[in-house]
């Protein structure tokens, strides 16, 4: 009698794995349990066995990877990874469709090829001639950049092998297959697998390793979340496919930090990249607005430049609302609440609006100040010199002003954008060393920068 094959039901959003199948899986997701074959298992029941290049050493022998990195000759991007690409390390980069992720690593894959050696461009998703044509637009044509369109994972390994290549580039995880798995491309076994021996093949051969991946009509990662947990970067593009400028983040990264952000702009010869994005990000600041003010907000090393635009609008039926595009709703409503009951105004039957223009979402509690001025000024309907005056500053729930870490580059920052103004906490100015034409006006409190913003001395 033959044997009956081993099956397990696994959700294909979270990865959880069932004996029986269910409507509805512990994630909430329903209808995501797929049934696959276990036939794979018997692969890890295997004894090890010991090779020389898993054998255990010394910490004090083992060669550090923190100053072995290739330079994509990407500043952005080179910024975003931690200063370069590590050998062996494996990168995962993410974003919507046509955001620009091929576009990308295909230049930094022409650079590299350039400079370094052979660079192995694995595609499933398109043919070697479409390769080539979007290489001929970005002048990525290389000798050294070998282009093949597979999605059979051993077959990649072997032309890794053969070639001995210092970069791979894989695009995508979910086009891969490993034919010991029943189940189909991009479902989880076949990405949680794919993904396992693209890994392997990076720590042993000491060859870094891009990996492209899709999104979620949400925006997450699509696949199950081990994949973030077994690769060492995680990079996410963003941006809107209508307009010119796209930003991408690190979410994980363990060889550097991950609050650093890289900003391009898409042409007709590839992502260039923008060394000034204050500059940008304000290009269409207009003086004298009602509801909009300049904040300064810190990424990573780098301090930006951004306006936030506020409309205050009387609520016409049920309750009032409250909507925030880049700044945490949570945080709009505390200083909505500080508004009403430090400066009397009623916002009850007000709907308020708040958004940061650029698509950025700024980190900290810099730009409380200036979204309080943007929500006052187009309640009362009062114009703010915007393209001369800056607001910096956290606010408190008893309407003080705090201060807020690296102010000092912030104000630098603004000086060198030819800023005449910008008002802060009055405890911050004693600390300043500021050598820029601009004049610091300090505050005590929420009421005292709207006396100094609006009210005529």
């Known amino acids: 009698m033959a044997k009956k094959e081993k099956t397990i039901f696994v959700c294909q959003d979270c990865g959880y794995e069932s004996p029986k199948w269910m409507g509805q899986c512990i994630c909430g997701s329903w209808n995501t349990m797929v049934e696959e074959k276990l036939s794979s298992v018997d692969a890890y029941k295997k004894s090890p066995t010991i090779t020389n290049s898993t054998k255990p050493l010394p910490?004090?022998?083992?060669?550090?990877?923190?100053?072995?990195?290739?330079?994509?000759?990407?500043?952005?991007?080179?910024?975003?990874?931690?200063?370069?690409?590590?050998?062996?390390?494996?990168?995962?980069?993410?974003?919507?469709?046509?955001?620009?992720?091929?576009?990308?690593?295909?230049?930094?894959?022409?650079?590299?090829?350039?400079?370094?050696?052979?660079?192995?461009?694995?595609?499933?998703?398109?043919?070697?001639?479409?390769?080539?044509?979007?290489?001929?637009?970005?002048?990525?044509?290389?000798?050294?950049?070998?282009?093949?369109?597979?999605?059979?994972?051993?077959?990649?390994?072997?032309?890794?092998?053969?070639?001995?290549?210092?970069?791979?580039?894989?695009?995508?995880?979910?086009?891969?297959?490993?034919?010991?798995?029943?189940?189909?491309?991009?479902?989880?076994?076949?990405?949680?697998?794919?993904?396992?021996?693209?890994?392997?093949?990076?720590?042993?051969?000491?060859?870094?390793?891009?990996?492209?991946?899709?999104?979620?009509?949400?925006?997450?990662?699509?696949?199950?979340?081990?994949?973030?947990?077994?690769?060492?970067?995680?990079?996410?593009?963003?941006?809107?496919?209508?307009?010119?400028?796209?930003?991408?983040?690190?979410?994980?990264?363990?060889?550097?930090?991950?609050?650093?952000?890289?900003?391009?702009?898409?042409?007709?010869?590839?992502?260039?990249?923008?060394?000034?994005?204050?500059?940008?990000?304000?290009?269409?600041?207009?003086?004298?607005?009602e509801g909009a003010i300049v904040i300064s907000s810190m990424e990573g090393t780098r301090p930006l430049l951004l306006e936030i635009q506020a409309l205050v609008a009387p609520t016409n039926l049920g309750f009032a609302r409250r909507a925030a595009i880049g700044i945490d709703l949570n945080r709009l409503n505390l200083i909505l609440a500080v508004l009403e009951k430090k400066i009397g105004i009623p916002l009850m039957n007000q709907d308020v609006y708040v958004n940061v223009v650029g698509g950025l979402k700024p980190e900290g509690t810099s730009s409380d100040l200036g979204v309080a001025l943007a929500i006052y000024s187009s309640m009362r309907g009062l114009p703010i010199k915007t393209t001369t005056t800056i607001a910096l500053g956290e606010i408190g729930l008893t309407g003080e002003l705090r201060p807020v870490s690296n102010i000092e580059r912030m104000i630098k920052e603004a000086g060198k954008m030819g800023f005449k103004k910008c008002i802060l906490p009055k405890q911050c100015i004693k600390k300043l060393k500021i050598n820029e034409p601009i004049g610091l006006i300090g505050a005590n409190s929420l009421k005292d920068a709207i006396d100094c913003m609006f009210v005529e001395n």
């Not at 002048?139 to 050294?144: L, P, V």
């Not at 010991?180 to 990405?191: E, N, T, Y």
Request: proline residues 3%; glycine residues 8%; charged residues 25%.
């Open 59 to 289: 910490i004090k022998e083992i060669k550090s990877g923190a100053y072995d990195r290739f330079d994509t000759h990407i500043n952005e991007l080179n910024r975003v990874l931690g200063g370069g690409l590590v050998k062996g390390s494996l990168t995962l980069i993410s974003g919507e469709p046509g955001i620009g992720k091929s576009t990308l690593i295909l230049q930094a894959s022409g650079t590299i090829a350039k400079q370094y050696g052979t660079v192995l461009y694995v595609s499933g998703e398109e043919s070697e001639e479409q390769i080539k044509m979007r290489a001929e637009r970005l002048n990525a044509i290389e000798d050294q950049l070998m282009i093949v369109s597979e999605t059979n994972v051993d077959v990649i390994k072997g032309y890794i092998d053969a070639l001995d290549p210092i970069l791979v580039i894989i695009d995508s995880i979910q086009t891969l297959f490993k034919p010991d798995l029943s189940s189909a491309p991009g479902s989880v076994s076949q990405v949680r697998e794919c993904t396992n021996h693209i890994m392997h093949t990076a720590k042993t051969k000491d060859i870094p390793i891009f990996i492209v991946a899709h999104v979620t009509k949400t925006g997450e990662l699509a696949g199950p979340r081990i994949l973030e947990h077994l690769v060492d970067t995680v990079l996410h593009f963003t941006g809107e496919r209508t307009q010119e400028f796209r930003v991408i983040r690190a979410l994980k990264n363990r060889f550097g930090t991950t609050s650093e952000i890289g900003v391009f702009e898409m042409r007709e010869e590839g992502l260039v990249e923008v060394s000034n994005p204050s500059e940008i990000f304000l290009e269409g600041l207009t003086p004298d607005t």
